[in-house]
């Protein structure tokens, strides 16, 4: 196990409905990083927080938005929800370049 | 430029068998390159790594054997068990202090036979 945790593990959510997804990092990570992988799919990098702060964001729309804090857990926001966003998404802590992934939650829109 | 080519897209291989799997890159800034192993309703957890100023890197069974020059870099794993039946993923990264950020390749599903 990683020490990365994430909250809750399924969700089941309707078309533009908002959702947030809770990750706590691993001890002593500054870095959380959010990916979303659709069936049968590679990890695909939604955004990046080091520090608090936003470092580095993948091809998503502005809908999808996230938050560090100082504990440097994070949560990841998605709003009017759509029925492509149903996929497992994923944390990963790190401090350097090794990254750490949670379990994921599995996010299904209706 | 940002994409990493994985192949093969499934994989069978009986058991004691090696599996080869083998990725391929554009961006010469990318500069570590790890692989990572998921088993279904699990997070993908971290293999091995390289990176570009070593052509070669084993740990136990598992093995990157890295051409800087063809941009390419492949995972083989020796002795191969039905316990190592997963997907697999190779990626690359780059960046600074804990800021690095992964693309990821299609994914490989291995499936040894006992």
């Known amino acids: 196990e990683t020490g990365v945790t994430q909250s809750p593990t399924h969700l089941i959510k309707t078309r533009g409905q908002q959702v947030t997804l809770r990750c706590s990092s691993q001890s002593g990570h500054n870095t959380v990083s959010w990916y979303q992988q659709a069936l049968g799919q590679g990890p695909q990098f939604i955004f990046q927080y080091y520090r608090e702060e936003e470092n580095g964001r993948g091809n998503f729309p502005p809908r999808f938005s996230g938050l560090q804090f100082p504990n440097y857990s994070s949560e990841l926001n998605v709003n009017a929800l759509e029925l492509d966003d149903s996929a497992l998404y994923l944390c990963?802590?790190?401090?350097?370049?090794?990254?750490?992934f949670g379990p994921g939650t599995r996010l299904t829109v209706l | 430029q940002q994409q990493v080519k994985q192949s093969p897209q499934s994989l069978i291989v009986q058991k004691g068998g090696i599996s080869i799997i083998n990725c391929a890159y554009e961006n010469t800034a990318f500069d570590y390159f790890p692989w990572y192993q998921q088993f279904p309703g699990k997070g993908p957890a971290l293999l091995i790594a390289?990176?570009?100023?070593?052509s070669e890197k084993k740990e136990g069974r598992f093995t990157i054997s890295f051409n800087k020059s063809a941009k390419q870099f492949s995972l083989h794993i020796m002795d191969s068990q039905p316990g190592d039946s997963a997907t697999y993923f190779c990626?690359?990264?780059?960046?600074?202090?804990?800021?690095?950020?992964?693309?990821f390749g299609t994914g490989t599903r291995l499936k040894v036979l006992a």
């Open positions: 390289i990176r570009p100023d070593v």
């Open positions: 990626a690359a990264s780059t960046g600074t202090s804990g800021t690095y950020k992964y693309i």
């Open positions: 990963a802590s790190s401090q350097y370049n090794e990254q750490f």
